[in-house]
């Protein structure tokens, strides 16, 4: 038991009996502060939200507003807030899969590596998989990703190619021992994944699927109100040959995407193309080799332009490289304009060589004969202020992106390995695959990154926000189930968008200078505050923090303050509805409610 001084002492954090006694009957235990599990602390002194103070990480928000806390590097807790944000985002999901044809299953998180030896990606998966030895001394993984799984269960459940498409998904933890886990939920060792496979008969239909899953993807990320980028993106280790990420833009990301101004092309930077770098007039000579349990064998060199690199991504398409095997390159020389006959010895050594197309250009006319052997093509790192490759015209632009989902296009690497056939018309072949994943928890995060204010707390899309609206009554308590009841009636674009999304805090053993600050942490869309011109003349401070929210400076005749952070306006408690319905009605595909949208 807490003492009275310990209570409190810690008031703000414990489970203060009686809290919000006064208030009606007609606000439910579920959406009162004072019954949640809201560890929400105070900024450190001297950090008011509002002093855009720069030392406040994202992650450092969301654990102060009490959304995660963290238990071990890389490994979070979602604290009820953060679990409603989740949720929404996987019944927008669930909506936007379903519609596509995805039916729904959930697989083991505990995995047999058999299926995974027999794909080779036991091995080339390497330490970022998690394994641990059960009492009979077998290896168990936990499930990084299932298209193993996925992959067998499909071989051993489906009989017929009229079975054909068949689109799985789940939405699970999954589990990678990162090199580098960051940014609390951005990169998770555990996390939160949707994992889509399709599976089809020919390579007609499973491109088919792809282009599906893509039109799928592009209504999620609609829905949820945050601009993206989608971008050509290199398949890694998963293989295969078409794929696309969706990115969100923010300095907090790790990718780095290359856009064109004038074309709109968008391609991460391992695998953009360019047709011309800034010309410096020189070229680079590199040697190109594997290396294999210590031995190193030559497999040629590659010339680019010299304010290039040259690409092993792009390198590693045209060689044959093991799994086992790392691909090295190496400066060998630099060569200006004039140095022709030294750079035609240079030529002259292990081949064969790939001459990228941008360097051809400058190489000197006695060149010509060695040029003539080598595979001309991309073989270089693009790089911000290059020629777009896709128009030729515009130049390339660089953006820090995070990744927040990823679809390819699998073809038979798994149906093959895994032995995953179907009779068609007379003829014996292997299923055809894609996969298609979004980071359910990296988006949580992602959107707090990109939509919050720096020190001025988060700030959530009315899409995924864990609630639409609080209500904070600081005067006249005892008719917060009035406010509580305009907010649930009100109607957006036709549609009561706050009903069932309103919280009060009731948390009245707390200061209002308190609740007025967690306020603006917790970034819940719209705060109605009940202050002092309530009693008086039921006037109510209506404060909107809604990202890309863009409003005149009347609505519904009512003025309304703007910085860029957050809007503010005095209301009427009967104009209430009116004026949010007004405010919010150019979010409406934001609103629209998950459950009613179900085919
Ligand atoms: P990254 O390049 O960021 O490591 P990935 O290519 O390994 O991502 P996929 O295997 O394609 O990721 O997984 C699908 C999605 O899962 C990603 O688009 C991302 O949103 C999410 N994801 C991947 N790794 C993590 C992680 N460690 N923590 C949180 N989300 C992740
Ligand atoms: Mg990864």
New binding site residues.
């Given amino acids: 038991m807490l003492g009275a001084r310990l209570l409190r002492r810690h008031g703000q954090q414990a489970w203060a009996r009686g809290a919000g006694r006064r208030y009606s009957a007609r606000i439910p235990e579920s959406d009162r502060l004072s019954r949640m599990l809201l560890p929400t602390r105070k900024a450190a002194k001297g950090q008011q939200p509002g002093d855009g103070s720069p030392a406040q990480t994202t992650t450092d928000m969301l654990v102060k507003a009490g959304y995660v806390c963290q238990s071990s590097a ?1 490994i979070y807790t979602l604290m009820p807030l953060a679990q409603r944000v989740v949720d929404k985002i996987e019944a927008i999901i669930d909506v936007e899969m379903r519609r596509v044809g995805g039916q729904k299953l959930a697989m083991p998180t505990l995995l047999s590596p058999e299926n995974w030896r027999r794909t080779g990606r036991l091995d080339s998966t390497g330490e970022e998989l998690f394994s641990f030895k059960d009492r009979r001394g077998s290896t168990v993984l936990l499930g ?2 299932h298209e193993e799984e996925v992959t067998a269960i499909v071989r051993d459940m489906v009989r017929s190619y009229r079975q054909y498409p068949l689109r799985l998904y789940q939405t699970t933890r ?1 589990f ?1 021992d ?1 090199a580098r ?1 960051r940014a609390g ?5 555990e ?3 949707k ?1 889509m496979y399709s599976f089809d008969v020919t390579r007609e239909q499973a491109i088919a699927s792809f282009d599906a899953l893509e039109a799928a993807y592009r209504r999620c990320f609609d829905r949820i109100g945050v601009p993206y980028a989608v971008a050509d993106a290199d398949s ?3 293989g295969g040959s078409l794929s696309k ?2 990115h969100f833009v923010s300095g907090a990301g ?2 780095t995407l290359l856009a064109c101004g004038g074309c709109g092309y968008t391609a991460n930077e391992e695998r953009a193309h360019s047709t011309a770098g800034a010309q410096c007039g020189g070229v680079g000579v590199y040697s190109v080799g594997v290396r294999a349990g210590g031995r190193a064998v030559a497999r040629g060199r590659v010339v680019v332009a010299a304010e290039h690199e040259p690409s092993a991504l792009k390198l590693r398409q045209a060689l044959p490289v093991a799994a086992r095997e790392r691909l090295e390159i190496a400066l060998v020389g630099t060569h200006g304009a004039g140095q022709g006959a030294e750079l035609g010895r240079a030529l002259a050594g292990d081949g064969p060589w790939f001459l990228d197309a941008c360097a051809a250009r400058r190489l000197p006319a006695d060149s010509a004969p060695a040029a003539a052997a080598a595979a001309t093509g991309d073989w270089h790192v693009a790089r911000a202020g290059d020629v777009c490759g896709a128009c030729g015209r515009g130049r390339l632009e660089a953006r820090r992106a ?5 679809i ?1 296009y699998l073809g038979d690497k798994y149906s093959r390995a895994l032995d995953l056939t179907t009779l068609h018309q007379g003829q014996r072949t292997h299923v055809q695959m894609g996969c298609y ?7 949580l995060q992602a959107v707090a990154e990109c939509c919050g204010g720096g020190g001025r707390g988060l700030r959530w899309p009315l899409s995924i926000a864990p609630y639409r609206a609080v209500v904070v009554p600081l005067d006249g308590a005892d008719r917060a189930g009035e406010v509580y009841a305009a907010l649930a009636e009100t109607r957006v674009a036709g549609v009561p968008a706050l009903r069932g999304q309103v919280a009060v805090d009731d948390r009245d053993y707390l200061s209002a200078g308190f609740r007025l600050h967690d306020a603006q942490m917790l970034g819940i869309p719209v705060t109605v505050v009940m202050g002092r011109r309530f009693a008086d003349e039921s006037v109510v401070e209506v404060q909107l923090r809604v990202p890309m929210l863009a409003l005149p400076a009347e609505v519904a005749g009512v003025a309304v303050e703007h910085d860029g952070h957050e809007c503010r306006a005095l209301v009427r408690i009967e104009r209430l509805g009116e004026f949010l319905g007004l405010a919010l009605a150019g979010h409406a595909r934001q609103l629209g409610a998950a459950a009613d949208e179900l085919p």
Avoid: A, C, Q, Y
């Fill in positions: 890389g990084p990703t999954k990678r990162e886990p939920l951005l990169r998770g060792r996390f939160i994944m994992d890694g280790n998963i990420e969706f790790e990718d995070v990744e927040v989902g990823h390819f994943g979004i980071g359910v928890s990296r988006i």
